[in-house]
């Protein structure tokens, strides 16, 4: 577990669910504990001058969530290299073992000293990155998902 957070009413739709945008909220709180985890907190990007960008994001709604409702965020590194994590997150209920949502999420190391741009790990995250992806801290069922609808080409 990287992240817990509750529901909270200004996050409900009209429907009385979480609104899809606060999905993507709690997923980007998540990854800022991510970040934490392999060294990259506030302080250390600040005086390092390294951020990490979300270059993609894909979100399966699974199961809806209600005001109130905590909900924990569990984070999986699936794959990596020298200046890219892909990340796998699953949000679940309280303490429940079914995942009510799951992203899945590309990031880009960037170096903050100039005008951005995308850089290597320091070699201590990137051990640090490389510890977390012997992990197996959920199953990634709903990775590698595409969208789509056949396209009719009349």
């Not at 985890?37 to 270059?55: C, K, P, Q, V």
């Not at 209600?66 to 997150?89: P, S």
């Amino acid at each position: 577990m990287i992240y817990r957070d509750t529901v909270k009413p200004e996050w409900v739709d009209y429907n009385g669910h979480l609104r899809d945008a606060f999905y993507m909220l709690i997923y980007s709180l998540a990854t800022d504990a991510f970040m934490d985890g392999i060294g990259l907190g506030d302080e250390a990007r600040r005086t390092r001058h390294r951020t990490l960008y979300t270059l993609e994001a894909h979100i399966s709604y699974l199961r809806e969530l209600k005001e109130g409702a905590a909900v924990r965020v569990d984070a999986r590194v699936i794959a990596h290299d020298a200046k890219r994590i892909h990340l796998y997150l699953q949000m679940f209920e309280g303490e429940g073992v079914d995942p009510v949502c799951a992203c899945e999420q590309m990031l880009i190391h960037i170096d903050t000293s100039g005008a951005p741009r995308s850089a290597p790990f320091d070699e201590d995250i990137a051990a640090n990155i490389a510890a977390q992806a012997t992990i197996a801290a959920a199953d990634a069922s709903h990775a590698g998902r595409v969208i789509g609808l056949p396209v009719n080409r009349r």
